[in-house]
């Protein structure tokens, strides 16, 4: 995703991330998730917190990062790049953190918003609008 802008990769995610603390940012948030869970390190071990296939590439909200105010019933437009095409869906979900066994923290969907069908099909970049429901609560501070 390009826009609204995405998770910054933090100090916390690094030192966190094991053997991905030595890994670009633009390979961190660009890069196939398959390929970055593979990454291990006996001397540079993950947290027992963290997990790179949980949410946003195993990002995890942080107080001190920025985020995009949106608004429940207003439409925004969501643009995103698709750099290795591939096949699949997309969806686009507002998720709420639970914190689980360990202090390791989940994103459990509360609400999809929308399913774009073959998703990757061809590369480039692409837009596509959302609304988050009026329905939707418990996101008024992140």
């Known amino acids: 995703m390009t826009d609204p802008k995405p998770r910054q990769v933090t100090a916390k995610y690094r030192a966190d991330g094991g053997p991905l603390k030595n890994a670009g940012d633009d390979e961190l948030q660009w890069a196939p998730l398959e390929l970055l869970s593979q990454?291990?390190?006996?001397?540079?071990?993950?947290?027992?917190?963290?997990?790179?296939?949980?949410?946003?590439r195993g990002?995890?909200?942080e107080a001190s990062s920025p985020v995009t105010p949106l608004k429940a019933g207003v439409e925004f437009t969501v643009k995103y790049y698709i750099q290795a095409p591939?096949?699949?869906?997309?969806?686009f979900s507002i998720v709420k953190p639970k914190t689980g066994a360990g202090g390791k923290v989940k994103y459990e969907r509360s609400v999809l918003i929308k399913r774009l069908?073959?998703?990757?099909t061809t590369g480039g970049n692409?837009?596509?609008?959302?609304?988050?429901?009026?329905?939707?609560?418990g996101c008024e501070k992140a």
């Open 59 to 61: 990002m995890v909200y």
């Open 39 to 56: 990454r291990k390190q006996a001397d540079f071990p993950q947290a027992a917190t963290f997990d790179m296939m949980n949410g946003c």
């Open 117 to 120: 069908e073959n998703f990757a």
């Open 126 to 137: 692409f837009e596509t609008t959302l609304t988050i429901p009026t329905s939707v609560t």
């Open 86 to 91: 591939h096949p699949g869906y997309g969806e």
